[in-house]
């Protein structure tokens, strides 16, 4: 980190919290300035230099999860060496952050539904202080891997039956109450969200957007890395024309067999 200089949207933050609330899983709060949290968006991200060393050469991105102040919140789970080596930053360190990126929900007026598969669900608490939620359903393979926010209404859904109901989040779906609902947040892998996507009645498709998590390498279109399919032909850049997305801008067959 020695020699690069801050700026507003590059600069070395200090982590004021770690706290490991699931196993495995870290929400981290960062001291981005008032700048860096102000202009953030609901839906938008980061990408974190996990080791000053030279390994991982790539940043990490992550979902804004909350913001607070002068500070953000970052909820992560650890699937790999660079989760793993954030995961180890001591309280009272710094890390290297590049945002906000990407761009936001639309925050459209009227009632949201929320669909979040495990991790997926990690920008919520930023985009329900924002939006009318009404309900969330949320998918995860266990009761560990849920995550709840507070104050909102809730279905849930576990592969192993340990919270809520057995089975996929998309098993909730028929018990939607679609007549207080005006606009559909998904994110989560790509077959959960193409899976709800089949699922939600044809008219509100137009309203619906979702959040991608392609994996990425440079976060601000440079590496042409993190490409999705577009509806129509072409394809779309996560970093910079996503994250989030109309649900009918994309290809999702073409999406899903590349995944
Ligand atoms: C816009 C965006 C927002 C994200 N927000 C969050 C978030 O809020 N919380 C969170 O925990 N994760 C989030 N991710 C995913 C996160 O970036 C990856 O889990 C992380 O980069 C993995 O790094 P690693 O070095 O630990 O794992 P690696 O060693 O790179 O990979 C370990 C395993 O994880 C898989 N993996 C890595 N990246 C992804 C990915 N993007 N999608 C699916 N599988 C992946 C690999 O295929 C491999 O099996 C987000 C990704 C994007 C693109
Ligand atoms: S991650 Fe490099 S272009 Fe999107």
Same mark, same amino acid.
């Given at each position: 980190?020695?020699?690069?200089?801050?700026?507003?949207?590059?600069?070395?933050v200090v982590v004021t919290s770690k706290e490991e609330f699931l196993?495995g899983v870290f929400r981290m709060c960062l001291e981005?300035? #008032?700048?860096? !949290? +102000?202009?953030? =968006?609901?839906?938008?991200?980061?990408?974190v %230099?996990v080791? $000053?060393?030279?390994?991982?050469?790539?940043?990490?991105?992550f979902?804004?999860s909350?913001?607070?102040?002068?500070s953000i919140e970052i909820v992560f789970e650890t699937?790999?060496?660079?989760t793993v080596l954030l995961s180890e930053v001591e309280t009272g360190s710094t890390v290297?952050v590049?945002?906000?990126?990407?761009?936001?929900?639309?925050?459209?007026?009227?009632?949201?539904?929320?669909?979040?598969?495990?991790?997926?669900?990690?920008?919520?608490?930023?985009?329900?202080?924002?939006?009318?939620?009404?309900?969330?359903?949320?998918?995860?393979?266990?009761?560990?891997?849920?995550?709840?926010?507070?104050?909102?209404?809730?279905?849930?859904?576990? #592969?192993?039956? !340990? +919270?809520?109901? =057995?089975?996929?989040?998309?098993?909730?779906? %028929?018990?939607? $109450?679609?007549?207080?609902?005006?606009?559909?947040?998904?994110?989560?892998?790509?077959?959960?969200?193409?899976?709800?996507?089949?699922?939600?009645?044809?008219?509100?498709?137009?309203?619906?957007?979702?959040?991608?998590?392609?994996?990425?390498?440079?976060?601000?279109?440079?590496?042409?890395?993190?490409?999705?399919?577009?509806?129509?032909?072409?394809?779309?850049?996560?970093?910079?024309?996503?994250?989030?997305?109309?649900?009918?801008?994309?290809?999702?067959?073409?999406?899903?067999?590349?995944?």
């Amino acid at each position: 980190m020695v020699g690069k200089k801050n700026n507003e949207v590059d600069r070395d933050v200090v982590v004021t919290s770690k706290e490991e609330f699931l196993p495995g899983v870290f929400r981290m709060c960062l001291e981005t300035g #008032e700048y860096f !949290s +102000s202009q953030s =968006k609901p839906g938008q991200f980061i990408q974190v %230099e996990v080791s $000053p060393g030279p390994f991982p050469v790539t940043r990490r991105p992550f979902t804004i999860s909350r913001t607070h102040g002068s500070s953000i919140e970052i909820v992560f789970e650890t699937v790999g060496r660079g989760t793993v080596l954030l995961s180890e930053v001591e309280t009272g360190s710094t890390v290297r952050v590049l945002g906000p990126l990407g761009s936001g929900y639309e925050l459209n007026t009227g009632g949201w539904l929320l669909v979040g598969g495990g991790l997926g669900a990690a920008g919520f608490p930023d985009l329900v202080s924002f939006v009318d939620c009404r309900l969330l359903l949320l998918g995860a393979s266990s009761e560990d891997r849920l995550l709840l926010v507070p104050g909102v209404p809730v279905m849930s859904a576990t #592969e192993d039956g !340990s +919270s809520g109901r =057995k089975g996929m989040v998309t098993d909730l779906i %028929e018990s939607v $109450p679609w007549d207080s609902v005006n606009n559909i947040a998904v994110c989560g892998p790509v077959a959960m969200m193409k899976a709800v996507i089949q699922k939600i009645p044809v008219e509100l498709i137009s309203s619906t957007q979702i959040s991608s998590e392609a994996r990425m390498g440079c976060g601000w279109g440079a590496c042409e890395g993190c490409s999705i399919p577009k509806a129509g032909g072409g394809y779309l850049k996560c970093c910079t024309d996503g994250p989030v997305f109309p649900a009918d801008s994309i290809d999702w067959e073409r999406w899903e067999g590349i995944h």
